[in-house]
């Protein structure tokens, strides 16, 4: 097996054992596997789904009182992913603060949905799973974030 590096990419020889085709290349970028931009392109893409959902919620809800709540949280999810983009230093803060406010927004409405709810239909397990995949995305942002915070400049 032979390896070249070129640049960022790695490239890997390896000969096919079946067939008597020619050597197979793999092109793998890095070792770590994902760079640091495609992680916070991610994230960002992430909150402003999170808020554009949030925001059509509270938009299509037909209760009296409209969850300006939702709408704020939304927002705040909009903020978060502009300044991820833009990674300047207040990105830090901004993060940090979206982050917090998610994590107690989603404990608060996954203790709401336990005890109002239960866990008897697949309706409430999939808001279950919805809003824990909600708090792996802040509590990752958060982490992220904070581990590179050196880079924002």
Do not use: Q
Not at 26 to 32: A, F, P
């Amino acid at each position: 097996m032979k390896t070249y590096k070129r640049k960022a990419i790695i490239i890997v020889n390896i000969p096919s054992y079946k067939h008597s085709f020619r050597m197979a290349e793999i092109k793998m970028i890095k070792e770590s596997g994902i760079s640091a931009p495609t992680i916070l392109y991610a994230i960002s893409i992430s909150y402003f789904v999170v808020g554009t959902i949030l925001l059509a919620i509270m938009a299509l809800s037909k209760h009296n009182l409209l969850p300006l709540h939702l709408g704020f949280v939304g927002a705040l999810n909009i903020v978060a992913s502009y300044s991820l983009i833009k990674a300047r230093r207040w990105t830090l803060h901004v993060v940090v603060f979206v982050s917090l406010v998610n994590l107690t927004f989603s404990f608060t409405a996954l203790i709401a949905i336990v005890n109002l709810f239960g866990l008897r239909d697949i309706l409430s397990i999939l808001f279950l799973l919805g809003i824990s995949a909600y708090v792996i995305l802040s509590a990752t942002s958060l982490g992220y974030v904070i581990r590179e915070r050196s880079k924002f400049r």
